[in-house]
């Protein structure tokens, strides 16, 4: 059951376009800024993901939603892990850097680095991009995030692509797999319930709701060959899916 309520209310509407809105996009210019300024000394990337976690419980504050985090202890099981999660808002990707307590790579769509600020923060912190209509680019970059896991980097990634356009679970992609396997990490799924009524897609308006980020038990894929990389997406998506029906969307 959705907590946003449909229609929004006026003073919702009015109080996210006159304060959140601008205080999100001001905390976007600001943090993006600085992580460019910090990526001309800093190389491994340390000092432009602090920003990053800054910026993101920042953003947190001002859209006024209230996050749970259950099962955190996941997140220290392994040193190195693909960390798969449903994508529902925008809102999602501060979700992620205000959680996880640990530097990581994040997989995205490449259109992301020609956002300004954004696009540059992407662009100076080592994100990878993703060219999703290109099978050729889409492989070079599922071979950069093993190259970076081999080195020691946990990477996140989101299997369904893009946003969900109602809120409910779509099909995943299999990158996250792939890159478990090649990389022989485990892969930590995670489900968010609750920010998709945050900041819905295709609007602007912020809706204070309650939030919850579940980490489930990491799925080992030591001795997995890439035949079975299907085979682990669909475990990744019935475990995040498994969660979801705990933490209903929406609370």
């Known amino acids: 059951m959705k907590q946003r309520p449909d ?7 009015w109080r996210s376009n006159m304060f959140q809105a601008p205080l999100f996009f001001l905390l976007t210019g600001i943090f993006g800024s600085a992580a460019v ?3 001309i000394w800093a190389k491994t990337g340390r000092s432009q993901h602090r920003l990053a976690q800054a910026w993101a419980r920042a953003c947190l504050a001002v859209s006024g939603g209230r996050l749970t985090v259950i099962g955190a202890e996941n997140l220290y099981k392994h040193p190195v892990a693909v960390y798969a999660s449903n994508h529902t808002s925008y809102m999602d990707t501060p979700v992620i850097f205000a959680t996880l307590p640990f530097q990581f790579r994040i997989l ?3 259109e992301l680095w020609s956002i300004p600020f954004i696009g540059w923060y992407l662009a100076r912190s080592g994100q990878i991009p993703v060219e999703t209509e290109n099978a050729r680019g889409s492989l070079a ?3 950069a995030g093993v190259k970076a896991l081999r080195a ?12 969900t356009p109602d809120g409910e679970l779509k099909s995943f ?3 996250a797999g792939f890159l478990a396997i090649r990389a022989q990490v485990p892969v930590v799924p995670i489900a ?7 900041l819905p897609i295709h609007t602007g308006h912020f809706f204070p709701c309650d939030m919850t980020l579940t980490v489930g038990e990491p799925i080992e894929t030591t001795g997995m060959t890439m035949r079975q990389a299907e085979e682990l997406t669909l475990k990744v998506r019935s ?7 705990v933490q209903p969307v929406g609370g």
């Open 7 to 13: 229609p929004m209310p006026r003073f919702l509407r």
């Open 37 to 39: 300024v910090a990526s």
């Open 108 to 110: 995205a769509k490449k």
């Open 141 to 143: 970059s599922l071979n």
């Open 152 to 163: 020691g980097m946990p990477l996140f990634v989101f299997p369904e692509g893009s946003r």
């Open 173 to 175: 992609m299999a990158g």
């Open 192 to 198: 968010l319930s609750g920010v998709y009524d945050l």
């Open 239 to 245: 475990r995040i899916e498994e969660m979801l029906t």
